[in-house]
């Protein structure tokens, strides 16, 4: 299908909105009606048919309004972008993925043209149409990690691989949850995750990096993971907190419908072929609580979920407060019928809500 | 007395042992304040005949104990700023082999194991001991400037002037502990300052 690519803002007037088409195919993260951490990988090839798994990389209708955000990002702090030095062959690594994927996957919108190491690029949503020589920094008007993150959504995380472990030595990082990459670059797999609750003792991170340590080439692996965010604002940064924590004050019951958000990380791992680096994109997707409502499964399943989560994730994850009123909205859509097995949203299958006797 | 017992806690918080000597070519030792303290106790006169003794006095009276050890080469910085051209110069100078011991204030160590590592020295060659004042060095996620010797928690930002909460989340790239605004949500509503460890 074609892409319609939306006009709307993640910040100031918030025009974002998901279509019908963007509402359907959203990754719903809980599998059942509750939630803890889990080494929740599987591998990266494919899915249903217009699934954000279908392709390596996914585009949708957020594409350009993405990249205009990154853009805005990138101008007021350019530390959102950095690279240690080490780190430009997986640089070019990450282009030359990004670039093939999308122009096989999506040859109607990307093009790429390579006579030896003479590349042309063309990027046809963003109008851009350029020739330059791969592996020659001095022909591309960024280094070649920010040259082509500038063009695909969501952050990007580059890790090398020593002394069996992974470190944050390279990124994009302008969607966050809340970290930042410019006081956790150059830390180790242990260091940048220390600030989660729960899940070392659970013995989760020397399980995900046993894991990690060996994806091999070809063979990508994914898992989702969420948090709450009030206010479709992609970049929720430390940096920015100051600015942004104020909006988590602004929910009422009346427009937590439409302010309240999940959002939802398709995080991808692929290891790079010439420097031996994996590379971690983390890409989010934003759904309004009324919008997740017009699916009955995932109104009983969400209730279900917040309720029942442990009080450190509800913190964690930067909800506490809010806990109380999201549960007020949310239980009008758990009649307290069953819910099927797995993410997808059964539309078709899945009994309609029932009327509450009180309404 | 100056040693003090760091609780628990996250993966990413530097931990601290005891300055141990170990057989090398060279020795480079550097300390702040109580710090002398942890070098008097490591040096031997094996050590001392090519050690190299850079130390930051803050006030305090071990120059004297210090210089009796009668290491190859004695250095008295009026601060770590002041001193950091001259560790940056020694490390570079280093030869294959050498022994770095740091004792003192998390700030000084944390920044001269920067200052180590940038240089190529191997982690394992490295030993740290924290003696004194347990102030933090901390860096402003906000507007990125480093407050000195922060002591309570929260504490104001000397660059941007936002109120910071203390966490535990260290990079040892910057060589400080990241401070985040702490009435973000609630303009004013600012805790009294207590100490870090209280």
Sequence with gaps: ?359 | MSKFEFPPSIKSRPIYGTLEPRKGPAHLLIADAVGAEAIIEVATPEMMRTAHIIYIPKGTEFSEKLRALNPAQYYEGASYAASVSRIHKVLGDAKMGLQVYLAGTEGMMGQAQLEATNAGIPHSAIQLEHRGSVARRMQCVHCKGITEDVEVDPFVCSHCGLNLFVRDHYSRRIAAYQGVCIDAEDLGNVPPSKGIYE
């Excluded at chain 1, 009606?33 to 798994?53: F, K, L, T």
């Design chain 1, 1 to 359: 299908m074609t892409i319609q690519f939306n006009d709307e803002t993640f910040r100031d007037d918030y025009s974002f909105h998901n279509s019908a088409w963007a509402i359907k195919r959203f990754p719903f993260p809980f599998h059942e009606d509750s939630y803890m951490y889990s080494v929740n990988m599987e591998q990266h090839r494919g899915g249903p048919a217009g699934s954000i798994y279908e392709k390596r990389f996914d585009v949708d209708e957020h594409y350009l309004s993405e990249m205009r955000d990154r853009a805005m990002v990138l101008a007021d702090d350019p530390l959102r972008c950095q690279s240690l030095p080490h780190m430009t062959l997986a640089g070019w690594d990450l282009l030359e993925l990004i670039m093939v994927s999308k122009s096989e996957d999506y040859p109607e919108l990307f093009e790429l043209h390579r006579d030896g190491n003479t590349w042309r690029w063309v990027n046809k949503p963003m109008g851009i149409d350029d020739t330059f020589t791969f592996l020659d920094e001095a022909t591309l008007p960024y280094g070649p990690l920010e040259y082509i993150t500038r063009q695909a959504q969501g952050d990007w995380c580059v890790l090398d691989q020593r002394d069996d472990n992974l470190w944050m030595d390279a990124g994009m990082v302008t969607t966050q949850a809340d970290w930042s990459l410019d006081f956790d670059i150059g830390m180790n797999f242990f260091e940048w995750h220390a600030p989660v609750p729960l899940a070392h003792e659970k013995g989760i991170f020397v399980r995900a990096l046993k894991f990690l340590l060996n994806i091999q080439q070809g063979s990508p692996a994914r898992r989702l993971n969420w948090t709450m965010t009030v206010t479709p604002l992609l970049d929720t940064s430390p940096e920015n907190y100051h600015k942004w924590g104020i909006q988590k004050t602004t929910l009422t019951p009346e427009n937590i419908g439409q302010k309240q958000h999940l959002r939802v990380e398709l995080q991808t791992f692929f290891r790079l072929p010439r420097s031996n680096a994996l590379v971690f994109p983390i890409r989010a997707y934003l759904c309004s609580f009324q919008d997740l409502m017009t699916m009955p499964k995932w109104g009983r399943r969400l209730h279900r979920v917040i309720r029942d989560l442990p009080e450190e994730l509800a913190t964690y994850k930067g909800f506490i407060a809010n806990r109380p009123m999201m549960l007020d909205y949310l239980s009008k859509f758990d009649d307290g019928l069953p819910t099927s097995d797995g993410i997808w949203p059964e539309f078709e299958s899945e009994p309609p809500l029932k009327p509450s006797a009180d309404s």
